[in-house]
């Protein structure tokens, strides 16, 4: 049946689903069975392979002719063919975010995270605080039908400790005070009512669920530096003068060379110019000098 391959073929072909290609290779799936692989020729199944089952009897004697006949053709992804990824139930997709206005998300009947109202007691002081009144509540519908489990209350708490308004975030590792001492720090109801509150502060994390050891620069007790400066830093001083030698210039004077004071020196602004005397003034002179001669 190995050599049976016009057999499978003509099978592909009579089913009219679409071009066969060249041949690929023959697998013995069996005694009796052998499947033959053939290229696929169709648009948009790039990599797909036609397969094509060939099953026969065993003769009873062994010069006996043996009859093929076609089990089955169906048309295969091969190796690299371009498929689906694999198919992941919705419940399993759904991530923090996806729930848009309108969005129905209900969560299933044995979800983990829930338990029934009327058994979940590890938030209550003590057993009687479940008295004859509450039991009565939830009989008529008044409380809530489901509540947090331990698990889902864990998990809560996992998610906001390791947050970003946990303890180990950036805000919080460069504040000194903490959450738990804030005025605008309100604590959570029931078993995590030590650990987490929301915040009131509109200019911090308003309206959200923050650890009671995050901290941020925004709380009620932060004490504003002093001075008239930012808040980050002082005023900066600007009439305290530092004096730094300088060094000396090329042309300075040496230790021999005369050093004239500033004191000894004239200013050319106050010394009155003379002016060279006319031929008038000098021609005077020199007629009494010839007449004492004479």
């Known amino acids: ?32 069975t052998v499947s033959h692989y053939f290229a696929a020729d169709i648009t948009g199944y790039r990599g797909w392979v036609w397969c094509s089952v060939l099953a026969t009897c065993p003769p009873v004697d062994a010069g006996d002719d043996i009859d093929i006949t076609v089990s089955e053709i169906a048309l295969l992804p091969g ?12 419940s399993q997709r759904i991530a923090p975010g996806d729930l848009g206005p309108g969005d129905v998300l209900a969560a299933p009947a044995d979800d983990p995270r829930l338990v029934p109202n009327h058994i979940d007691s590890d938030s209550l002081q003590s057993e ?20 947090l489990s331990r698990e889902g209350r864990d998990d809560a708490a996992t998610r906001w400790f390791e947050g970003a308004h946990g303890p180990d975030s950036d805000m919080a590792g460069a504040s000194k005070l903490h959450c738990g001492s804030c005025g605008f720090y309100l604590p959570v109801a029931g078993a995590l009512r030590v650990a987490f ?10 309206g959200t669920v923050v650890s009671a050891e995050y901290g941020c620069g925004a709380h009620s007790d ?29 042309n300075a004077p040496t230790d021999n060379a ?13 010394v009155a110019s003379v002016d060279a005397p006319t031929e008038a003034e000098v021609a005077p002179v020199a007629d009494e000098s010839a007449s004492a001669d004479s």
Not at 79 to 90: F, G, H, M, N, R
Not at 228 to 243: F, N, Q, V
Not at 258 to 270: F, G, K
């Open 79 to 90: 190796s690299d063919a371009l498929t689906a990824p694999q198919w992941v139930p919705w």
């Open 197 to 206: 509150g929301v915040c009131a502060n509109e200019y911090a994390a308003d």
């Open 258 to 270: 005369p050093v004239v004071a500033e004191s000894d020196t004239v200013p050319s602004d106050t």
């Open 1 to 32: 049946m190995i050599a049976a391959v016009d057999i499978a073929r003509e099978a592909v072909e009579a089913s009219g689903e679409g071009a066969v290609g060249e041949h690929i290779e023959a697998v013995v799936e069996g005694d009796c």
């Open 128 to 147: 009687s605080d479940l008295d004859d009144v509450s039991a009565v509540m939830l009989e008529l519908g008044l409380g809530r039908t489901r509540v």
């Open 222 to 250: 932060a004490v504003a530096p002093s001075g008239e400066g930012s808040p980050a830093y002082d005023a900066y001083d600007d009439g305290a003068i530092e004096i730094v030698p300088a060094a000396p210039a090329e």
